[in-house]
T-cell receptor, first 111, second 112 residues
């Protein structure tokens, strides 16, 4: 089975810090995605990538950036964390449309 | 752009009762439709998906969903709910070479 691993389950960061959320997949998938999940809002797409060094903005990219230097790794970066970025962050990987697989999520708290 | 509406934020059913979770979508072409389940503290698990063909789709854990193009709906059903089905359920729509969009989710509570 495809495995998507998010490096941290829980993170607590201070306002203004630069935060890196890491995601690694082990099935050579080209497509990777970052979503944030908030109560009552479901999952909202932040950024996605169709290939190494390629990135596309999703619906809510403001305050975030991403890095895809290697095919298996897709990093989400909060340039200067703010309290409104406290959320659950979910990474997903897709080899074909039928193959979306999600990581377990990182719950980020910004204080 | 595609969008998904789940009209029910929270549903409570008794164990053993039937369940239907509603999902309506908006998309210009034939959509690919999904239902995911998320247990507390967990990631999302795919329950079932529809791409084409038979409009009644069977999934894991005894769930099924029916695609109704005329109603732009993809409702999830289960004939008899178990306590372990308590979770949050997300409907999603996608298309080939395109990313997925999710509904806001429906939280299911199961009463003993």
């Amino acid at each position: 089975d495809v495995k998507v691993t998010q490096s941290s389950r829980y993170l607590v960061k201070r306002t203004g810090e630069k935060v890196f959320l890491e995601c690694v997949q082990d099935m050579d998938h080209e497509n990777m995605f970052w979503y944030r999940q908030d109560p009552g809002l479901g999952l909202r797409l932040i950024y996605f990538s169709y290939d190494v060094k390629m990135k596309e903005k999703g619906d809510i990219p403001e305050g975030y950036s991403v890095s895809r230097e290697k095919k298996e790794r897709f990093s989400l970066i909060l340039e200067s964390a703010s309290t409104n970025q406290t959320s659950m962050y979910l990474c997903a990987s897709r080899g074909s449309l039928k193959g979306y697989t999600f990581g377990s999520g990182t719950r980020l708290t910004v204080v | 752009a595609q969008s998904v509406t789940q009209p029910d934020i929270h549903i409570t059913v008794s164990e053993g009762a039937s369940l239907e979770l509603r999902c309506n979508y908006s998309y210009g072409a034939t959509p690919y439709l999904f239902w995911y389940v998320q247990s507390p503290g967990q990631g999302l698990q795919l329950l079932l998906k529809y791409f084409s063909g038979d409009t009644l789709v069977q999934g894991i854990k005894g769930f099924e969903a029916e695609f109704k193009r005329s109603q732009s709906s993809f409702n999830l059903r289960k004939p008899s709910v178990h306590w372990s089905d308590a979770a949050e359920y997300f409907c999603a729509v996608g298309a080939d070479n395109n990313d997925m969009r999710f509904g806001a989710g429906t939280r299911l509570t199961v009463k003993p």
